[in-house]
């Protein structure tokens, strides 16, 4: 049966599934996403390995007792996992041998017999592109996977990968992850996206609302004192990222809308993009990316935060 692959407008990160949210918890916020048109989920077998005590495919396994519990969820769903990133001394990188191994896998977490998108998360330097094309070849022979791209790929990395799917006559890469938002824009726009558009290839973005800064929540760098997100948020305080979320907050009113709204919005409305990534911990964290996908910015507050995050 051929099945179709269709992103909801924006992507429920499932990095948070068995980490910060619980079993009970993620179950009942998948619910809640699917119910409201939030239909794909982005995973990887490596989620969550950054705790103590956890393996890696720990998100994977709470997605398929979604499944398990509510079978009629899969068909709905649009599922992508990722394989490389290192889950022991011999469990990483993207070889024949140990894709075969971890697809497998996956799948048996994920209670399912087909992956929608299977990304190579990062780059093996090890392992030529034409092997892991090969086995990507018999992957979507056999319906194990429907769709194959990748994520942390450099642009040169990302152009050598499609041009060897030409020159050999192998699968290509239709689908890339890289980060991307309002105050990290310029890798993507000036290395990535060049190549995606002459290629055709789909782009989902990660760090849409960069670690929450892009929510408004932190205003003042004190705020992170202790925070676990510290590192990842403090390069954003500069006067320019204070200076993108005074511009949104000059758009609340407008809108009726929060920040991550606004944000997520302007990422929508870029031509180029098919999709944001953002995880949510509570059914009001998600609330906001639901509206969020119908929010509607005018072409001159697209103009006005594209002009004020310029780099």
């Not at 992507?11 to 996403?33: M, Q, R």
């Not at 996992?81 to 075969?100: F, Q």
């Not at 092997?131 to 990395?157: H, M, P, R």
């Not at 006067?239 to 609340?252: A, R």
Request: glycine letters at 6%.
């Amino acid at each position: 049966m051929k099945r179709d692959v269709n992103f909801s407008k924006i992507i429920f990160g499932g990095n948070v599934f068995g980490w910060t949210v619980d079993l009970e918890k993620s179950i009942s916020l998948l619910d809640y996403a699917l119910e409201h048109s939030i239909h794909t989920v982005d995973t990887a077998d490596m989620y969550s390995t950054w705790v103590e005590g956890h393996k890696g495919g720990e998100s994977e396994t709470v997605i398929g007792e979604w499944f398990k519990r509510t079978p009629s969820n899969r068909e709905k769903t649009t599922l992508i996992t990722k394989v490389g990133a290192p889950l022991g001394d011999d469990k990483k990188g993207l070889s024949k041998k140990y894709i075969r191994q971890a697809v497998e896998a996956s799948l048996k977490r994920l209670n399912t017999d087909y992956i929608d998108v299977y990304l190579s998360h990062y780059p093996d330097l090890e392992t030529p592109i034409e092997e892991t094309l090969s086995v990507y070849a018999d992957l979507l022979k056999e319906g194990k996977v429907l769709k194959i791209g990748a994520s942390n790929y450099s642009a040169q990395q990302l152009e050598e990968a499609l041009g060897v799917s030409q020159t050999q006559g192998l699968p290509k890469y239709e689908i890339f992850q890289p980060g991307y938002s309002l105050v990290e824009r310029q890798q993507y726009e000036t290395e990535y996206r060049p190549i995606c558009e002459k290629d055709h290839v789909e782009v989902i973005t990660y760090f849409s609302l960069a670690a929450g800064f892009l929510s408004g929540k932190y205003r003042d760098i004190s705020q992170l004192e202790g925070s676990v997100r510290k590192r990842q948020l403090e390069k954003y305080f500069s006067e320019q990222g204070l200076n993108i979320l005074k511009t949104m907050d000059g758009l609340k009113d407008k809108y009726q809308a929060e920040l991550s709204e606004i944000a997520l919005a302007w990422t929508i409305a870029q031509p180029s993009i098919s999709a944001p990534i953002a995880s949510a911990t509570s059914t009001s964290q998600l609330d906001a990316l639901i509206k969020a996908m119908s929010l509607k910015l005018e072409v001159e507050d697209v103009d006005l935060l594209s002009k004020v995050s310029q780099y």
